[in-house]
């Protein structure tokens, strides 16, 4: 496949590894955004009562009852979260990378890293992370795990009244929602977006290579921005699955490896025995 020799060398050299992962590593873990057959198969009450066919318009729902809120989204939460576990891919990637300084940056908010077992200070959910949540009232109150709820209402027949179950904010009593930017609501993990950044500045001048898999259209944010922040720094490359090297920043062609592969083709090709 195209560049996966460079890809690997460039992997295989670097002192710092960071992973940009996106819908496509989700894809990976069982998590389509947009998937409709499997959703469809899935939830077939869910698709009669709200006429929707994928997790991305399901989430897209304005439904005023937060009992039917958190039954909807326990339902999701348990079937791809809570039941999840890891691929070989990722634990090929966990392989990949465990000897080396790494920080993930990731849109796919299906707790999958954690999961797995990467060290958890080193993960930052840009678009947050559904098994936590947070207050509804507009003011941040901090982020609370959601888990154990999640499991109780999934285990709840669909008619049953879960209003007792619906989690409630330690400090104000106002409902809780599960952290994801559905509204304005949305507050991003501060401290683990301080920790990406510091330690980026930590890692300036070293031989550090952004493993970029799966970022689509749904995460434009971890594309561009991360390819002009490449060109500042020397030392710094670029490795992408689903993406032609012509189509990366003519000032990093040279020291970066767009692909061909999806994101677990690149990932076992990258890892070697």
């Not at 989204?73 to 090929?92: A, C, E, G, M």
């Not at 990949?96 to 080193?122: P, V, W």
């Not at 304005?184 to 070293?206: I, Q, S, V």
Request: one cysteine or more; proline letters at 4%.
């Amino acid at each position: 496949m195209e560049n996966l020799n460079k890809a690997r060398q460039l992997v295989q050299n670097a002192d710092t590894v960071i992973v940009v992962a996106g819908n496509g590593l989700a894809k990976t873990e069982g998590l389509d955004l947009l998937g409709q057959e499997d959703f469809e198969q899935s939830f077939p009450g869910v698709v009669q009562k709200y006429d929707v066919h994928s997790v991305g318009f399901a989430l897209d729902q304005h439904i005023s009852s937060w009992s039917e809120k958190w039954q909807l989204w326990s339902n999701l939460i348990q079937k791809y979260s809570v039941d999840y576990y890891p691929s070989k891919t990722l634990q090929k990637l966990k392989q990949l990378i465990n000897n080396k300084q790494y920080f993930i940056a990731s849109s796919a908010f299906g707790h999958f890293f954690e999961t797995a077992g990467f060290n958890e200070k080193r993960i930052f959910n840009v678009f947050g992370d559904w098994t936590k949540a947070q207050c509804s009232s507009g003011i941040n109150h901090g982020l609370k795990d959601c888990q154990s709820v999640v499991q109780k209402i999934a285990a709840k027949k669909p008619d049953t009244n879960i209003e007792e179950l619906v989690p409630k904010c330690d400090i104000c009593g106002q409902p809780l929602e599960i952290h994801l930017p559905l509204n304005e609501h949305f507050y991003p993990d501060t401290d683990a977006n301080t920790r990406f950044r510091w330690f980026l500045t930590g890692n300036e001048d070293k031989n550090t290579v952004f493993l970029e898999l799966g970022v689509d259209e749904t995460s434009p944010q971890l594309r561009e921005p991360i390819e002009h922040l490449v060109a500042e720094f020397p030392q710094w490359s670029y490795v992408a699955a689903d993406f032609k090297q012509e189509n990366l920043l003519p000032e990093i062609q040279e020291r970066s490896a767009g692909t061909n592969a999806d994101a677990a083709s690149l990932i076992n090709n990258l890892v070697t025995e």
